[in-house]
């Protein structure tokens, strides 16, 4: 995985008022952190962080963070957003290792077509959207690909069929369910509510009267 290079601000003025004349002159607050590193506060622009996550790799894009006269290699991680705009208020950049093992997030991407589910009507049922995943931090993929060609209704693709990359390994249970091929949903027809006074009527309809109980009765005699 490429590493991206990020520059940051040290220093940056710290309490809500400072924080705001920083989002207001287009800069994100963040901290770095990790391996025994005093918490260093910073400040990145908003448009360059964009820019470097915003290719295949995400989040999980390897930052070169130049802050001050040190480098860091770094993730970003703990992004806070704006309630309603959505955009990023606050970052924590984790310092990592290129030998470590970490945790990260991948999105899971369905490939192929279900022909066999489509033809009958079915549904893919996609239930997992990423999958934690644990390598080092230049393993880790931009994306886990499920291919769901053969996939048929009632069948599942669990964690167990995966193949993962080398050196990428998951903790969840292997019976785990990423995709599922879903019956046809049946529709159930309700039948038509009867208005009150048309179910007598319809009885009243079809019981004989009295009258013609009787002429029944007397042919049957004849």
Known sequence: ????????????????????????????PGIVYGHGTAPVSVAVVAKELRTALSGESGSNTLLSLQAGDQTF??????????????TVTHVDFQIVRRDEVISADVPV???????????EDGLVDQQL???????RPTDIPTVIEVDVSALTIGAAIRIADLTLPPGVETDLEDDVAIVIGQAPRVEVVEPEPVAEGEEGEAADAEAPTDASAEASAGGDGD
Do not use: C, K, N, W
């Open 1 to 28: 995985m490429a590493e991206v290079a990020l520059v940051a601000e040290v220093g940056r003025p710290t309490g809500s008022a400072a924080t705001r004349r920083l989002r207001r002159d287009g800069l994100i």
């Open 73 to 86: 290699l770094t993730l970003a991680r703990e992004m806070q957003r704006h309630p309603v705009r959505g």
């Open 109 to 119: 991407a369905l490939i192929g077509e279900a022909l066999e589910v489509h033809h």
């Open 129 to 135: 959207f990423s999958l934690p995943v644990r390598a």
